[in-house]
């Protein structure tokens, strides 16, 4: 989570679409000193053909790629390669633009030419969170994967809003702890109103999602009267 | 690293594609079932087609202005429509002022007055029904006996005619009525009463307004049933022969359906042709009062 | 008729008349422990023919407050609301038994007129239903028909649209179909409507219940404002909406009843709005309000 680029280990290989001075500004060992390798390709196709050749690559695409549909080459990278997209924004770039790329799945953007430094910043935007630390929960039967936002009960999966994710998160960790409504409260966001209400509405939630998941179960979370919840597993 | 590709890989592949080549409709129990229904589609249609055909094409010899114009003679050469046309015009003219006015009235009040649950609206409701379902030369005996009742004398009047033609459309207007009143949302009524408004004031600025494209419909419809009856008008006596235009509500008359029976019945051919001309012209009036209604309708009515 | 209507005007409260208006809640935010009741229930119980559908109610609404009524679904809120102001006489069987009092008076006695009941106590539906007629003549609709005195008519309008905030939207097209406004719009419009005759209590029955998010806060936010004038009463199914808008909250559930297995409803709970939600003091109202009715 907190990688730094002194922690950095090894050698990230990014292929770059374009000429090599208008996508990075400094020298090569610059690059290589914060743990990249560029290589550019004058083509769509050549860097197509470069990541074949090393699956590990990572792509920088500059937004104004000439010989081919911008969305279609990242469409392709994704589908055939796996690899993580960079997109390299030039001036006069419309922020639509950049919105649809998201769309597309590109993890992460940065301005061109670039420097060694936001280059890293951005290869480390694109990292998946299986590379970084993970937490993971498990009491009884129910499991919360903090960095793949994720709750199973029973083998079943949870689908819950990140609000709501918040709160179990901190019921957990409270468990086997009575949290008194009180205490729930700070947990419902900044808002200052109505806090009482949106602590019992995510519970409600909570429960909702619960049974939905997985009907056969009475869901976890326990009334304690007059004093708050708990999690009972 | 991978998860970028991992939605595609994860795609939602539906277990029978959309193009699975067996059409619903194509099998053996639907498609004997829609040919069933094209064919009592076109045996309905021909039988209608033959008919319209036929009596254009036997009275197309008459369709002149004597048509309208003279009235009948011992003469197919001389005779002609004019009293018959004159008198459903006032038959239909005085049923339709003797009717709709009741008719909606009777409606409002079962629709929006009476207490659905006493029996004895429910039983009147249900009569309303019945009636509509009364073979119509009842309703001309009915008229006779009230009629005789009353001490009339000479049966065959206008108001005579008119009567019966009434009490046959009157359950039919009514039943018309009450489905364009139950047409208009309960959420409209209750905004008016909400509002302070009494249930007169309601049904009178809300409901009916919003009511009347159906009730129009409906009336006009009951009305164009009414002109091709000739049953209980011969019950009452009306008059087979008549050389003089109807002058009011308690003058004699003839209509064109009764024109047309006894034209029919003559024996030279002319006359055949004649009654023809005048079904013709009958059906060209009833398929205006039809297409009325339905323009009516479309036109005005309320999508809510 | 409206002649006869207006004798028992008098024989409720001065409408017009400043004792209503001038009590006002001294300013948002200060709420009496107990309501100063404009409209109270005392031992309700309506009945659908022989079904008991809601019993024994005892609840105080609050002068120029707002109060939410929540509960489970078919526990008989709205059929409560509707008996406020007699909307359940049009439902044929509809009866009720024991006494609601608006500023004193029980509305359903035997001298009472429900035309002017609901003059006075108006309602907002749950789905907007604006007449089929041009926006000005919706509003216009109620002060004809109760036979108001009204000075400038085109005034009246401006003041009703302009307090459902919805004049300058539709300023410029008062002659047009209320059908061409939006969901939100309309409901607005409905609200405006009913202001229009100038009722001491509005109800209003789930009256977001078919808008979006955007059109619900709009809703929202003129209760608050019109809480300054009139009292209002809200059913709703939202918990954040009551917890939002009203001063009280009271809670309703159903229970089957032993004898004949029809499902009664009961206020379970009722008081400020803060207090339900943070120390319901019934389990039954800490289990719903988190969840665990289904
Ligand atoms: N017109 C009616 N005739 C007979 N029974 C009715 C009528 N209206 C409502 N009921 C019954 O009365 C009970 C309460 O209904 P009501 O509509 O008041 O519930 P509610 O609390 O408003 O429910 P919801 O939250 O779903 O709107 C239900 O059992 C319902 O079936
Ligand atoms: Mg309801």
Known sequence: MNLTHSTMRGSVKIVAVGNLDLIARGRPAEFRHRGLTLATRPTAMAALLEVGRDPDSIVLVPTNLNDMPLTEFVDILHSLAHVPVIAGIVPGCSAQAVSELFDHGISSTVALPTSPGRLADAVRASRTPEQTEELVIEVGNLTLDDARHRVTWFEKEVTLAPKNFEILRFMLVAHPRVIPLQELMKHVGDNPQNRAVRARVAIGRLRAAFSDAEPRHDTPIETVHRIGYRLRL | ?304 | MIDRAGEKIESIVPHEGPGVRINARPADGFLPDEPRGILQCENVDVYYGSFRAVTGVDLKFGLHEITALIGPSGCGKSTLLRSLNRMNDLVDGARVEGRVLFDGEDIYGSKVDAIEVRRRIGMVFQKPNPFPKSIYDNIAYGPRVTGMRVDSMDDLVEEALTKAALWGEVKDKLKQSAYSLSGGQQQRLCIARTIAVKPDVILMDEPCSALDPIATVRIEDLMHELRREYTIVIVTHNMQQAARVADRTAFFTAFADEGTGDRTGVLVEFGKTTQIFEHPTDQRTEDYISGRFG
């Open chain 2, 1 to 304: 690293m991978r998860t970028l590709g991992g939605t595609i890989d994860g795609a939602i592949r539906p277990e029978r594609p959309l193009a699975s080549g067996t059409n619903g409709e194509r099998r053996p129990a639907p498609l004997t079932f829609l040919v069933l229904l094209w064919l009592s589609l076109v045996v309905a249609f021909g039988v209608l087609v033959t008919l319209i055909v036929t009596i254009i094409i036997d009275g197309q010899g008459q369709f002149t202005g004597r048509l309208l114009s003279e009235y009948p003679a011992s003469s197919p050469d001389r005779a002609g429509a004019r009293p018959a046309i004159l008198g459903s015009a006032w038959v239909i003219a005085t049923t339709a002022i003797m009717t709709i006015p009741l008719g909606i009235a009777a409606a409002v009040h079962l629709e929006e007055f009476a207490d659905k649950r006493n029996w004895f609206n429910r039983m009147i409701e249900l009569n309303v029904q019945n009636l509509a379902a009364v073979p119509s030369i009842v309703y001309g005996l009915l008229a006779l006996a009230f009629l005789s009742l009353l001490g009339v004398r000479d049966k065959n009047i206008v108001i005579g005619g008119a009567l019966a033609l009434s009490l046959l459309i009157l359950p039919v207007i009514i039943i018309a009525t009450r489905e364009a009143l139950r047409a208009v949302p309960t959420e409209i009524r209750e905004g008016s009463l909400a509002l302070g408004a009494t249930q007169w004031q309601t049904t009178w600025r809300q409901t009916l307004p919003s009511a009347v494209p159906g009730i129009a419909t409906g009336s006009i419809l009951a009305l164009s049933r009414a002109l091709g009856e000739a049953a209980p008008l011969l019950v009452l006596g009306a008059l087979v022969f008549v050389s003089f235009d109807p002058s009011g509500i308690l003058s004699g008359y003839t209509t064109l359906p009764i024109q047309i029976f006894n034209w029919t019945g003559r024996p030279q051919e002319g006359f055949h042709q004649l009654a023809a001309a005048t079904s013709v012209l009958l059906l060209g009036v009833l398929v205006l009062m039809n297409g009325l209604a339905i323009y009516i309708r479309n036109r005005f009515q309320k999508r809510w």
